[in-house]
């Protein structure tokens, strides 16, 4: 009684319920627009999180897809543009573990080939990869190289969720900028693990 969450100490939390709304609102088009499409994120359940009481609600009507090379799954709305302004949102509770940096196995060389390819805007340029060898050195365990590029980033990065362009993830802009906010720092970690042959994914 009377403790705030300043008060916790990280160590004393094992689990996290978080209440999530996760709101996609279409208001304007351009004039010569015929078709919307929409994808909205559908957070998976595994081995350190459980996604309960999803909720999907949609002015239009939608399905739910699951993408192939991941599996990832999304909300997906197709609509004719004269329809006007519309809402997707999905409602959930996320019943967070705390994870650990037990080794996961992908299995197959396709599987972790496929933690190797980036996509647009994140990506391996010269910069990031003399940046990541610069940081990294000779290291080949892969735990050790995301902490040396971790602690890199972390070093070379300034929180900044006001600077125009943040947000997008592209890695040139973060590289340019040397600021912005969580999806710029994945957009950095991510093709810098990848340079030094080391598969990464956005968690």
Known sequence: ???SIE???????????????????VTSLPTRAKTVRVWLPIPP??????????????????????????GNRMAHVTTDAATGPFRLEARYRIVRRRASNER????????????LRLVDP????EEIASFAARVVGEERQPAVVGRKIYDAII???AYD???????????????????????????LFMPMMVARGAPARWE
Request: charged content about 30%; proline content about 3%.
């Open 155 to 157: 070093e070379r990065l």
């Open 104 to 115: 996961s196995d992908l299995g197959t060389a396709d599987a972790e080939a496929k933690y």
């Open 45 to 70: 359940s595994d081995t350190w999180q459980d996604v309960v009481g999803l909720e999907i609600r949609s002015d239009r009507p939608y399905e739910v897809r699951t993408e192939g090379l991941y």
């Open 161 to 187: 969720n006001e600077i125009p362009g943040c947000g997008i993830g592209d890695t040139t802009w973060v590289m340019k900028y040397n600021r912005g906010k969580c999806d710029d720092y994945h957009a």
């Open 1 to 3: 009684a009377g403790s």
């Open 7 to 25: 008060d916790l100490s990280p160590r004393s939390i094992s689990a996290m319920e978080i209440d999530v709304t996760y709101r996609t609102e």
């Open 122 to 125: 994140v990506r391996v340029t």
